[in-house]
């Protein structure tokens, strides 16, 4: 077992699969298929802010592919 | 709100019969249909216009449970990276093509064992709790069939939350291989049930027995092939 962050709402649990620097990878922790990324909001650390355009999103799973890669290489 | 209606759900998906005993490896145009879908999916969730407020907590998951999630998510980035969803940028990445196959298929695998435990979980007012005896019976039989040890006592190890009142993954352990997970990991070579090394392992023996497995396939439908070559030509030549 491991403990993991959890975020709340909507009456669902998401899992923190990760933050790289302000954005939280989440996923549903009843449908792995759930997924999203959001930023922190400096002032309240459980205010999640939306992506602001698609070029955002696709920079935020680059960062994520980036990071398991030279994990995956260390 | 989202825009999930907006997306067609992949067949495979929708699929109510999609149970672990029935279920088969994935082609490649199902699994980039599945990315797809996730990409548009995560891509909605993510841009919806409202700050959401949470509420932040800790909590006990499984470790494969996360590890299934992670590959999924991680699935989606380089899907984005390849151009599986329609973005090319392979720039300095030209390892992610190996490296992603290679997760595809050690994700599929563990999930099926993963889902043995996942079948046997229940709930009740004490909290959750799990049918050791029919997990040990699906993972016997599981091994009768070629899967290998290591990856089930990796899926095991990491399944279960061990307390002195409750300790599952000890129960299986000693049901399928008449040892503590320890004494099973000292057994084969490893520190203690916890080295990185099993993961690693695990990972390599699947990739070979997906590879022996495809090989076997491949032939067997070869000879099955020419088979049916000889069977019409001796057809041809009059015979029955």
Redesign the interface.
């Known amino acids: ?9 909507d009456d669902k ?3 923190l ?2 933050r790289i620097e302000d954005y939280l ?1 989440l ?1 549903n ?1 009843k449908n ?7 930023k922190v ?1 400096a002032d309240d ?10 070029e955002e ?2 920079k ?3 960062l ?3 990071k ?2 030279k994990e ?1 290489e260390s | 709100m989202s825009k999930d209606n907006d997306i067609e759900i992949p067949s495979y998906m929708n699929n109510t019969n999609n149970s672990r005993k029935t279920r088969r490896r994935l082609s490649p145009e199902e699994r980039a249909q599945i990315i797809r879908y996730d990409f548009e999916n995560t891509k909605n969730h993510s841009r919806d216009t409202k700050p959401i407020h949470a509420k932040k907590s800790k909590k006990k998951v499984s470790k494969m449970s996360d590890v299934k999630r992670m590959r999924i998510a991680f699935g989606l980035g380089v899907g984005v990276t390849l151009g599986v969803v329609g973005f090319a940028n392979k720039d300095n990445i030209v390892e992610i093509p190996q490296k992603f196959e290679e997760w595809q298929i050690t994700s599929e695998y563990l999930s099926d064992l993963y889902d043995v435990i996942h079948e046997h979980e229940h709930e009740n007012s004490n909290g959750t709790w799990y049918d050791v005896g029919d997990i040990s019976a699906d993972f016997q039989d599981m091994l009768k069939n070629g899967v290998p040890e290591d990856a089930i006592a990796y899926v095991t190890a990491n399944s279960f939350s061990y307390t002195y009142e409750t300790d599952e993954r000890s129960a299986v352990f000693s049901s399928l291989f008449n040892a503590t997970p320890d004494e099973w990991a000292k057994q084969h070579g490893y520190d203690s049930i916890e080295d990185e090394n099993l993961e690693k392992d695990v990972e390599r023996n699947i990739l070979r027995t997906t590879k022996i497995n495809e090989y076997n396939q491949s032939l067997n439908s070869m000879l099955e092939d020419t088979g049916n070559q000889i069977e019409s030509s001796m057809k041809g030549m009059g015979g029955k």
């Open positions: 077992m491991k403990e993991v962050d959890i975020y709340t709402f649990n998401y899992v699969l990760d990878f996923s922790e792995d298929h759930d997924m999203m990324i959001r909001d650390e459980e205010t999640l802010l939306p992506l602001e355009s698609d999103f696709e935020a799973l680059l994520l592919v980036t398991k890669l995956e």
